[in-house]
């Protein structure tokens, strides 16, 4: 080594030495003719300084051929002797380097470079196997690739240095076709077969020298050095030739030369790239920010228009013709979050396309606006923002990192003006933090979405009212009275209620400010150009003042901006004057609580105005507005005087007029309505009444009315929970009280929380749940930390605590589960519960707690569900008025099961079937269904072949591989055996024996012996001996609460194996009358448990003939759960509860008549031993309430059992139960997609049923065809027509375009008090009941012979094949329904749908694709996937060929004189089917719509929405074509390519499914390429062009990995040869 730099040294040294010889004609550096300027030796610390000796005899010049030879010797002796080859190689290039640009030494050194470049390659290619095995083995020495060698001669590139430039140019392109003729061999392309002489795969990939990452990276070091050269070198020109050229642009065509030899277009080489055309077009566009700045040369503009050309070709392919896809929450799967514009390995083709392309996307603004359209949770909000944040950063990162920022200095003086990453901050101004950047983006984003739903619905107000027509006083409507003016309809009104509370939490939690809203509200009146176009006095409207005077409620705003201004300019008190429209307040449809929002404005801050009496002088508009004062003064002296008189009519809020006197009170003075909503909740008098009991205690106070709640200003709403809370809810002393002015403490005597209370608080929570969910997250938070305390064992509960446990429970149980089922992290509230539900030992507490767990898991209907399973480490929310996420979820199995309650443990395994029958679980990487279901319950679960059938198949074949063995069964002998034989039993034949009884005690304190003992109590009843229940009581009371399902189902077993051993077909009279009295008589069994036991799945109903007759006894014969069924429907408990004043009288009568008992002490008398555990406060809850989530459970065993009758009775009979039931039309949605195709439900009367059962049509909005269905009136699905579907879709259509419409039925409740408050999942959801009615309707006919017959012993299914057969006889059934084909036609011709003009835009389409995910998949989205079948084959513009294309050749295109058509941008793109890939829109708005474009806009709809079933359906629809031998043109490929083109960040989780698509679409390129005849070594085609680009993309952005392209590879390899080379550079990358 040291002899190498020596010797290199003196070559240095000469060449600053002697410059008098010429360039050797034919050399590397035979290019210039001018004389060769003498300059300065260059220093360099490896190779002597300026003032060192030259050293003699190391290096003479004379003799050339011998330099060259000795520097080749030298080198490869210093590598033989254990230097690593890449040092020893970087010496050589920088004494290159060094030499003087003008000595012929130069040309020496480049030789030698080129002699030591082909003994590498050689070495390389002789000893392939053992370098790959050294590098694996991390020898460096050993393991040093080619590549690594290659890269080092890109630091011969200097700018001032162009003959060394040119040089290493040609050395380089040299080297290049030196390693091609390697690597490929001698053979031209011409006579390379696809055997003898071509290499195969595996063999190409061993001697793959130069992969194309190290060519892409020495294209991007030259090509950047270019784009350097482009701006800063003088247009110096040479006197070579005819043609002055530049120096520049004689290095410009030198490089072109190199791009021609890495492409494969040069002589030798034609045909065998080692970068493909795509990836060059990609280094060699330098961004559009460069692009466009006019900073580049003429040719080299032209090869970046190129390059920007063809990857704005590759846009249109790679993204939807219209991806506008509406975000619904709740309704969306996770990946929909991350729309397919923001995703960083598309940022890089999106940045080509025009802005008339790219707008076919989604933006953060939409997506807020349509989220707080939707009232979705906040956190929800905020998530969606900084999801959109986060994907935008890696898109622009991912831009900037592939655009080329030049270090010209005159480019940065312009101030970065064309920077690409808009991060640009201007010199001397202070970078902003990224918190404080996010801040104003998200208060930006916010603050325009609801100025633009503010405008909307005032112009849907001011639509829907009368304000010209003068108002006629004498004819007041029934709403008003001469003091207060309330319009006939109002309902409107909810809409400004739910925007008002939007508005205030973000400006109370300071996301948004007062200023900026206030600006933008008068913006909305007074436009910046209202001056030239006038128009203010139609856009005046007092509903801006009303919303403003919500905000001034907030004390920070009133005595920060609102104080600043009243004390200065008075600049927004003008404004808000300018804003007011005097004739609304006289017109017909006055609202006096709008109206006078501008004089309640005055009053409120009236002690922050300056000079009161001079303020109508300043501002002379007060005039219009301040006759209508007085009428304010009289309804608060009138509202004064009835609180003062006890009158409370006001406050109850029962009629509308009073309710909007008391609104209206509440916007003049700061908390005078919230506190005396209070004192008239919690009167300031004792006055005590007993809920249940002397334990139970109330203050009694009043009742107050939903309207009025409704109608207060939101800063009183918000005040009074706040007082609720902070006086009722959460002290663990219990209620606290304030008498006689004292301090608030707790009262003796009062130990409970009134009702009314309690109704108040569940009604504030859905009339402001955005600016009251602080106070939610802290109960939440609360519950979290009681429950972990729980966990650590031996924690005791005050009485206190324990109220106030029970109170909440109920609270959210019986009243806020739709609050829940839309709050945005209730998939994890099953956190706050987890541990209460193994360690709470009160058992009254634990019944609450069981039924708030099983309805809390059926609420869920995410996979989110399943995440919050599987992680152990959370730790609830942050309490933080700032939304906050969860963070990052490590998917981790919890060590102990989530439920030792079999009940609940079988629920939750049910509601995980649905969520994957309904979802799916394919795009949440990493989690394991098996580990899911495994931490359900310690042992495995065991369920009979009639619920197997329904389950998905991944569950099902869970359970199928870890079936346990049946539990053991109670024998009858058995029982009677061990009463025999156990003295312990004594205490139950002879009472009195304290020893005995200790003995039995002790006796059935083992686990494994407790489901015993309510056998033998049974056993003892029918012997006519029962024992004493005392005995009974103290013995179950050792018993775990949780465990009485268990017991229960042990029990109900021994029952039926009782009556199996008498040999009866049916139960016994006597049977039933026994189990009646265990469970009212003594009430040793719950209702509940006895339905779950006789329907928990473990036995097959279909040929169980006696559990079926018991639970048709229970629900429907039992005598005094009829009697109890019976008083339910005498006390018509209401649907709406929020209306109904008399819910706590009913409820209380009910308890009455039928007290509960929660320790077994129903049959006894006296004092009791031991003594009974805390009465707890009983609200909402009873036997019914507990029973209707069981009675979910048991509604899918019965509908599984096939016996029709039983299940239409229990409908009939019980339906009223759902009245109550929180989410009734979630539920029934849910059944009828999880057992669509059960023959149960195909027929007329069984799911007219099921509808009544859980459908409340007054609340619902229901076609007329489906009412007409539930009347009676019809029982055939014949309407389904075009005019009906499109009725349908038009219905989403509206709600996704934030359509506000005055509502199609009267009646209907209030929005925040809906089951769904989301107006588009509602619409969903409506749809969906309706389609899914009239598929059973239309299988009625076939599914007859289905239900099993116990009289002809079948068909019974129960075995996986039949279970597959099913389905695919499912799919076949799907195919004859028309609503797939009718909505195609509507579609596809639009001009055949009822209205043509209506929702003509892709709105009407993408409420097609959210419609087919809502539904079944084989329903309509497979429908829609398998039709692009019929797309490719049929339609014309698809099976015509594009046009042929020349190879690209760089060097030809330098030497052109003029831009080549070749050369034209956008002449590829002009081929016949250019309208298929372009903006659905684009072509709609030019009349260039197309139905291949149409179907792949629909097409993409669905795959959006859909899950990984539709990406099965779509790889099987691709194979079918792949494989069907009818494919036969380069346009049908292009096409399917597109298809797949938006899904690739989606698929590349999917290895198998991945692999599968990308072989069947190079299968298809097999197939198409013998029909065409443009391919030959010169031309490919446009569409074959564009297919190639795909891949490459593919393999760049989205790489299966590295098996996944060996796997492809016979694909590969059966394509022509030059295709074949072009795909090969991919393999082994």
Not at 72 to 91: F, Y
Not at 299 to 326: A, H, N, T
Not at 1605 to 1615: C, V
């Amino acid at each position: 080594m040291e002899r190498l730099v020596e010797y290199l040294t003196g070559v240095v040294e000469s060449s600053y030495e002697d410059l008098a010889h010429l360039v050797p004609c034919g050399s590397f550096l035979g290019l210039f003719d001018e004389r060769p300027t003498k300059r300065a030796r260059r220093t360099d610390p490896r190779f002597g300084s300026n003032s060192a000796p030259h050293q003699q005899g190391l290096f003479e010049f004379d003799n050339s051929e011998d330099s060259c030879d000795t520097i080749t010797h030298l080198t490869q002796t210093a590598i033989s002797q254990g230097a690593r080859a890449v040092d020893v190689l970087r010496v050589v290039v920088d004494a290159v380097r060094s030499v003087h640009d003008a000595s012929a030494v130069l040309d020496i050194g480049f030789r030698a470079l080129f002699e030591i470049y082909q003994q590498r390659l050689q070495y390389h290619s002789a000893n392939r196997y053992r370098v790959e095995a050294a590098a694996e083995q991390g020898n460096n020495n050993g393991g040093e690739t080619f590549g690594k060698e290659y890269l080092l001669l890109t630091q011969l590139f200097e700018l001032h240095r162009p003959r060394t430039w040119v040089a290493a140019v040609r050395l380089m392109s040299m080297v290049t076709k030196s390693a091609i003729g390697i690597m490929y061999g001698s053979a031209a392309p011409d006579d390379m077969g696809s055997g003898t002489h071509a290499a195969s795969l595996s063999e190409i990939s061993g001697l793959n020298l130069l992969p194309e990452g190290v060519c892409r990276e020495s294209i991007r070091q030259v090509w950047r050095l270019l784009l350097d050269s482009a701006a800063t070198e003088p247009p110096q020109a040479s006197v070579l030739g005819a043609t002055r050229r530049t120096r520049w642009q004689i290095r410009f065509e030198a490089t072109m030369e190199l791009l021609d030899s890495y492409v494969g277009r040069t002589e030798h080489c034609v045909g065998r790239p080692l970068v493909s055309y795509y990836m060059i077009s990609r280094e060699l566009d330098p961004g559009a920010a460069v692009a466009e700045s006019g900073m580049l040369t003429g040719e080299m503009q032209r090869i970046v228009d190129l390059c920007f050309g063809r990857k704005r070709r590759l846009g249109r392919i790679l993204l939807p013709p219209d991806g506008s896809w509406p975000l619904i929450s709740h309704a969306s799967r996770a990946h929909t979050v991350k729309h397919v514009y923001d995703q960083p390995g598309y940022a890089l083709v999106r940045d080509s396309l025009t802005l008339e392309e790219t707008q076919r996307g989604a933006s953060a603004g939409r997506v807020v606006a349509d989220l707080l359209y939707q009232r979705a949770p906040i956190d929800e909000v905020f998530a969606a923002m900084r999801n959109h944040r986060t994907m935008q950063r890696k898109a622009k990162a991912a831009v900037a990192n592939d655009s080329y920022m030049p270090n010209s200095g005159e480019y940065m003086a312009n101030g970065g003006e064309y920077m690409a990453n808009d991060k640009y901050v201007a010199n001397g101004a202070d970078a902003d933090t990224d918190a404080e950047i996010e801040r104003r983006e998200s208060s930006m984003l916010l603050l325009d979405a609801m100025a633009q739903r503010i405008e909307h619905i005032v112009r849907f107000i001011q639509r829907q009212c009368d304000f010209e027509t003068l108002l006629d006083e004498r004819k007041l409507n029934a709403n008003s009275d001469a003091t207060m003016i309330v319009p006939r309809k109002f309902g409107y009104w909810e809409h400004m209620n739910e925007v008002a509370d939007q508005l205030y939490y973000f400006v109370l939690s300071d996301t948004i400010s007062y200023t900026d809203i206030h600006a933008r509200l008068y913006a909305l009146v007074f436009p910046a150009d209202s001056d030239i176009h006038p128009g203010s006095e139609a856009r005046k409207d007092n509903s801006y003042i009303w919303l403003l005077l919500q905000l001034l409620h907030i004390e920070k705003v009133a005595a920060g901006p609102v104080r600043a201004d009243l004390a200065g300019d008075e600049d927004m008190l003008e404004q808000l004057l300018q804003m007011y429209n005097e004739r609304q307040i006289v017109s017909r449809d006055a609202f006096y609580l709008r109206d006078l929002a501008l004089q309640a404005t005055m009053s409120h801050q009236q002690a922050s105005i300056r000079d009161n009496h001079g303020v109508k002088f300043r501002h002379p508009r007060m005039a219009v507005a301040m006759p209508f004062a007085p009428v304010l003064f009289q309804l608060q002296n009138e509202f004064g005087q009835q609180f003062k008189d006890e009158n409370y009519a006001l406050l109850q809020g029962r009629d509308v007029c009073a309710a909007m006197k008391t609104a209206t009170v509440s916007q003049i003075r700061q908390y005078v309505v919230p506190n005396a909503l209070y004192t008239f909740l919690v009167p300031a008098r004792e006055s005590v009444a007993q809920l249940q009991g002397t334990e139970t205690t109330y203050l009694q106070g009043g009742n107050v009315g939903f309207q009025l709640l409704d109608f207060i200003n939101v800063g009183g709403k918000h005040r009074l929970l706040q007082l609720i809370y902070k006086m009722m809810l959460a002290h663990e002393q219990g209620p606290q009280f304030q008498f006689d002015g004292r301090q608030p403490s707790a009262r003796a005597g009062i130990t409970c929380v009134s009702p009314h209370v309690v109704d108040t608080v569940y009604m504030l929570l859905y009339n402001a749940p955005y600016s009251n969910e602080l106070m939610m997250k802290e109960v939440l938070e609360k519950l979290r930390r009681s429950d972990k305390a729980m966990a650590q064992g031996g924690t005791r509960f005050s009485a206190a605590n324990l109220r106030w446990l029970y109170t909440v429970y109920q609270l959210m149980n019986c009243r806020l589960l739709r609050f829940f089922k839309y709050y945005a992290h209730a998939s994890h509230l099953v956190h706050h519960l987890r541990h209460s539900l193994v360690h709470v030992t009160h058992r009254q507490l634990y019944r609450s707690l069981e039924c708030f767990a099983l309805c809390l898991v059926n609420l869920q209907h995410d996979v989110g569900f399943l995440q919050a399973l599987m992680n152990p480490a959370y730790h609830g929310v942050p309490l933080t008025p700032h939304p906050s996420a969860l963070g990052a979820i490590r998917y981790s199995k919890p060590k102990d099961a989530w439920f030792e309650c079999a009940m609940l443990a079988r629920n939750a395994a049910v509601v995980i079937a649905r969520i994957e029958t309904m979802r799916g679980l394919g795009d949440v990487p990493g989690l394991e269904l098996d580990e899911c279901l495994d931490s359900l319950a310690p042992q495995p679960q065991l369920w009979a072949p009639a619920v197997l059938r329904y389950l998905p198949r991944a569950v099902r074949a869970y359970y199928t591989r870890r079936t346990p063995q049946p539990s053991a069964r109670v024998s009858p002998a058995s029982v009677r055996q061990l009463i025999g034989a156990r003295p312990e039993h004594a205490a139950l034949l002879r009472p009195g024996d304290a020893a005995a009884e200790s003995a039995l005690a002790a006796f059935y304190a083992a686990p494994e012996r407790q489901a015993l003992f309510l056998c033998v109590v049974w056993v003892l009843h029918e012997r006519q001996t029962p024992p004493p229940m005392a005995v009974v009581r103290r013995v179950l009371l050792t018993f775990p609460p949780m465990q009485m399902s268990s017991h229960t189902s042990a029990l109900l077993d021994f029952i039926v194996a009782c009556e199996i051993e008498r040999g009866t077909a049916e139960p016994a009279a006597a049977t039933m009358q026994l189990l009646n009295d265990f469970m009212f008589r003594f009430q040793l069994v719950h209702h509940e448990h006895v339905v779950f036991a006789l329907t928990r799945g473990e036995h097959d109903l279909r040929t169980d003939r006696m559990r079926l007759l018991l639970t048709r006894y229970v629900l429907l014969e039992s005598p005094q759960f009829s009697e109890r069924l019976d008083e339910w429907h005498r006390l018509d408990f209401q649907g709406r509860y929020w209306a109904d004043f008399e819910h706590w009288k009913k409820q209380d009568t009910y308890l009455a008549r039928f007290p509960e008992f929660f320790e077994f002490e129903a049959a006894l008398e006296g004092p009791l031993e031991p003594a009974p555990a805390l009465s707890l406060p009983v609200y909402y809850e009873n036997g019914m309430v507990r029973l209707l989530p069981v009675l979910e459970f048991a509604l899918g065993r019965m509908i599984e059992a096939e016996d029709r009758g039983l299940l239409r009775d229990v409908l009939d009979r019980m339906g009223i139960l759902y009245r109550l039931h929180q989410v009734p039309l979630t539920t029934l949605m849910n059944t009828l997609f999880v057992y669509f195709n059960a023959p149960t439900l195909h027929d007329a009367a069984v799911v007219r049923s099921l509808n009544r059962a859980l459908l409340d049509m007054s609340q619902q909005n229901f076609s007329p065809e489906f009412e007409q269905f539930m009347r009676g009136d019809t029982d055939d699905c014949t309407h389904i027509d075009a005019r009906y579907v499109s009725r349908i879709i038009e219905r989403i259509a509206r709600a996704i375009m934030r359509h506000i419409a005055p509502p199609t039925k009267q009646n209907l409740p209030e929005i925040h008090y809906r089951e769904i408050p989301n107006p588009i999942l509602l619409a969903l959801t409506e749809c969906v009941v309706e389609l899914l009615t009239w598929w059973c309707l239309h299988c009625a006919p076939s599914s007859a012979k289905r239900l099993y017959d116990s009289a002809r012993n079948g068909p019974l299914v129960a075995s996986e094949t039949e279970f597959r057969a099913e389905e695919q006889q499912r799919r076949t059934w799907a195919a004859e329904w028309p609503l797939a084909q009718l909505l195609l036609e509507l579609i596809m011709e639009p001009e055949r749908r009822p209205e043509p003009g209506a929702y003509a835009g892709a709105t009407y389409i993408h409420s097609t694709g959210l419609l087919a995910n809502v539904l079944p998949d084989e329903l309509l989205a497979f429908p829609i996937v398998q039709h692009l079948s019929r797309i490719v084959l049929d339609e014309p513009v698809l099976k015509s060929k594009s046009g042929p294309k020349r190879y690209f050749s760089f060097v030809e295109f330098a030497r052109s004189s003029q831009l080549s058509a070749d050369a034209d941008p956008d002449a590829a793109t002009r081929f016949a089917a250019t309208s298929v890939f372009n903006s659905f829109e684009q072509n709609r708005n030019h009349n260039m719509a197309n139905r291949p474009n149409t179907f792949l806009t629909l097409l993409h709809s669905v795959l959006h929405y859909g899950g990984i079933a539709t990406f099965n359906t779509l790889s099987d629809t691709i194979h079918a074509l792949a494989t069907g031998g009818e494919l036969c043109s380069d346009i049908q490929l292009l096409y399917l390519c597109a298809t797949v083109g938006p899904i690739l960040y989606r698929l590349v989780d999917h290895e198998s499914l991945y692999v599968q698509i990308l072989g069947d679409l190079l299968s298809s390129l097999v197939q198409i390429c013998p029909r065409i005849s443009h391919l030959d070594a010169e031309c490919s085609t446009d569409a074959i062009e564009q297919v190639m680009d795909f891949f490459c993309f593919v393999k760049d952005q989205f790489d299966p990995g590295r098996s996944a392209w060996r796997r492809l590879a016979p694909h590969i390899a059966a394509l022509p040869v030059l295709l074949r080379y072009q795909l090969q550079c991919m393999v082994d990358q």
